[in-house]
């Protein structure tokens, strides 16, 4: 117990209850997780991730190392918040994290002491390396399980998360990064020129630093500039405010990315902002000073500890101690002594603070140790005292140790720009020795960095430099930013740090309090060589927590340039990579879960089916009717029954999928001789033929059938795979290789529902459907093309078959077509009509030898497919220089034969391997693989297609398809690919 | 059989103020590879549209579609190729979605990666874009009631989709 209420800061009355860890607990609004926790006496809110050393509240913002929790429970738990920026809401359950059994006593902090007494073992720097080196039998029994139990944090939620996201795109001309003073005054500034203005900023209430000063009298007209600046943004309609959300990215093209929380029926919204000029205003992150035990609960930041009792009236502790190597950190033990709390030292490690300074320490009784260090927080679990001691000039020994009591041990190592966007920009920062510190210096294009984010501590001068930008920013687009009332006060920002990167000290010194890294292993990277600051960064992980190396990184890459003897400047940083802060998966995936994961195709007939009772299958964005079970019919039943009666009677299928292009131009009947290896041009008006397209390399690329409308118009369709590729490819074609060309395609596949009706009875359905037609063979012959209407909606009459029976494919305007599908349907009553799905489809192509996407894989050569008599000698094609290469016309490749159970009940799965011993080992000779299968009711046996090894001329071979992860090895008879009707009599009718 | 995707969906003020009216389209693409333009305006009788404009007469209205490429909205049946200027009936291949309300340009930033705020995409103006995967093309219509109406057009089959994903993400606007 050290934190308590104390005065009201800028929070609201209200009483607000929440639980930690079921434990029933008051809040005010306004207050974050983190302070209601201080105020309720809370020290220690969780365990550390590779130690499980105690953790508490480091912090007030974004930079938060200590306080990570669970916020919600169930699908809405979100593990690892960082309760500084979780506002409490009525009811809210937060949980400690990394406890066993309770944050108080954990089991698991023998960790801790493992690393202690045997330096580099299990969790020192580079463990995963280490760990996973020998011998392999222990990483899953051994090291995979001790180091997942141990490591990580929190539990991510077993179940799903109920609640809704949102994905906001937005434009502005000008973006504010951060709603600080100098933030807020760039936005105010630029929303005076009219143009649109968004500004960011993560916390709830706007201010920045500004809410780090004390709600006094002697504030009262500095707040008020605050309120009035913020009512002022809100006030114009030019201006997007975004609290509570978080700026994590910015990309190419000034993109910006955040995730916003908000409070409502959606939870979060990922926004991306296109801007035309980006300010960075982020301000800065103090860091922490690296001595021993500076993780330990109580051990705080002093800006942090400030806001606590300023602005949410939570004072952290009884008595406070500062340590400091620089001014910014007097203001603390300042304010808290002013409002009546005990500071028992201020410690600092310079030798003079300057006489204002120590006049203020002196009028408050303040005792004030200059030249000296803490060395150790001490406590058994949180801090109760500190030792302290002198420091030598050189920096690298202390004497004088002594003890001074405290429950609080504000510190301070400096401010560290928040440079994470400028970086993304592409430009490295730069070390700026006047604050220690990495600065922006050269600006991305479009990029201007304001304020403390670029090195400017003072509240004037960073307003000033912040309207400046705004100004440079409007004027670059043509507008005229505005003047802004500068602030009543001004708070000078030179800190006059001196560097101290470590203490000479014992006990654990943490440099990324986050990922358990300390100091040790900064240096035992530097003596394994992992020299440079990337290397140094993935060997020990520091700065990979979810504060992204905000506190630790200038501590790390100092140290680091103190082992290497080098400056560092030299040492550099290394860069930042978005997201800069935990954002939710949730965000990301918006809406698109469940039924919006991904957009469903429909076809017009798409109702029709689901009410016919079809089982549905994926086939590509669409979902195509598989079968349609009549009761108690298995899938099996099911396919066989349509087959058989496609074959013996008539039956419809939706085709819609395919790709449908019309092609049109004085050129059109050329092109097509070009992307076919077959003459178009010689095709008649009315007329349709069948087309194969080779890739340029001479493989096999789609097929089709393409019908000559008119001399100057043709009507393709593709496979549904190739649908949206084929038209890119033609598209591409016509823009890039021959623009001479004079020909247009577009896609009309959305124009037509497509449905084809086959078997013996099919002429006779259409007659019946549609008596204004003549189907007769010699006004409608097989390849026949025939233009129509019904019902004042116009159609297509293809007589084109893809299962060998007499067959058309109707094509009709796609808001008619399931009048036209129903009454084909109607008409067909008289011959039995059934519909059939994807399964029939396939069982009548693989009867008749046809291929499709199974077989035209992308391997495939007109040869291997006996399609190679087709390819015109007359002209020239796409594939046609690079088809015959000695590699693609070998003898000894796999072609495609037909295969046939011969146990004729036994089915042989797609996939299998072509062998020639039953008993064939992993190390046999392959020969060939099964690309498709069936059942045959007509041939009342289980065939299939497949590529065979010089298959053309080893029919009536019998080998064996074998499929080892089943353990099935089936004899199968090797066959012609035409199973049925291998004259094509039926076709023709 | 009546189209199952047609419709008018209207959200509880408490949502959103914003419909969405679902219906067939009539259309022709009209192109060509010469003078276009100037045939385009002969045989449709109307003012071509410059790049990213639609030219609105009577009942009809031209719609540019890049490069030598119009889409003409019309109830004629009977165009056909003539001179040069091919004409490609396209009639239902698309599905248009009329959304209008205060929060349309809210509804729209939902999915739509294109700047409509006020004053950056004017009446009579198009651009061709796609929402949430799915592509679409959107008009910028006159008012209605003193509120922006925006005019999406999408291939017929994802219309459902569409449909889906905005009347959903309509409910929490508000």
Redesign the interface.
Known sequence: MSGFRHGAGRLGDAQLNFTFDGKPMLARTGDTVASALLANGVEIVGRSFKYHRPRGVTSSGPEETGALVTIGAGGKADPNARATMEPITAGLEVFSQNCFPSPKFDLMSINGLAGAVLPGSLFSAGFYYKTFMWPAALWYKFYEPAIRSAAGMGVPPKVADPD?Y??????CEVAVVGGGSAGLSAALSASQSGL?VVLFDEHNDLGGQLLNEANSEANADLEQWRADTVAALHAASNVRVLTRAVCWGRFDGNMLAAHQSVD???RQNYI?V?AKKIIIAAGAIERPLVFGNNDKPNVMLASGARRMLNHYGTATGKMIAVFTNNDSAYQTAFDYSDAGIKVSAVVDSRQYPGQALVDGCKSRGIPLHTQSVVTEAKGWQAVRSIEIADLAANGQSVSNRRRVACDVLAHSGGWTPQVQMASHGGKPPVYDKKIAAFVVGDQAPDTYSVGAAEGENGLLAGVSQAIEAAKAACAELGGTAGSVTAPPQDRDGATNVVPLWSVPAKGKQLVDIQHDVTAADVIQSHREGFVSVEHLKRYTTLGMANDQGRTSNVNALAIMAQCRGISIAEAGTTRFRAPIAPVSMGGFAG??IG??F???????MQ??HEKAGAVFVQAGM?MRPQYYPQAGETIDDAYERETAHVRQKVGICDV?SLGKI?I???DAAEFLDRVYINMFSTLKVGKARYGVMLREDGIVYDDGTTSRF?E??FFMTTTTAKAGPVMAYLERCLEIDWPEL???V?S????WGAMAVAGPDSRATLTAAFPSVDFSNEAFPFMGVVHAEHNGA?MVLLRISFSGEMAYEVYA????A??MW?TIIDAGQAYDIVPYGLETLGALRIEKGHVTGAELDGRVTLGDVHMDGMASKKKWFVGKNLKDREGLVHPDRPQLVGLRSVDPRTPISTGSILVTDANASAGADKQGWVSSMTYSPELGSFIALGFLRGGKDRIGERIYAAYPVKGRTVEVEVVSNHFVDPTNERVKG | ?A??LNGHFEMPQTFAAVSIDVT?TNMW?L????NVDAKVATMTGMAIPAQGQVTVQGDERLVWAGR??YLLTTNRSDLA?NDGV?A???????TQLLITGEDARALL???????I?EG?FAIGEVQHSHI???GVSVIRNNDVSGQPQFEVWV????????T??LV??A??LR
């Open positions: 809704i949102d994905r906001i795109q937005m434009f649109r409502g029926k959606v991306k296109q809406r698109e039924k919006h991904k957009p469903v195709r429909r076809t017009p109702e029709w669409y819609t019309e049109v131009g004085p008119a100057d118009r004079k020909v247009r577009s009309v596949s959305e124009r116009k305007e796609s808001e008619h399931t009048d129903q | 059989m189209n199952a067939a693409q192109e060509g590879c010469e030598d490429r190729d091919y490609t009936d396209q009639t239902y291949g698309k930033s939902r999915g739509l990666p294109l700047d705020d950056q949430n995967h799915i291939m017929r089959g994802f219309a459902k989709s569409l889906d994903f959903h993400s409910h929490t």
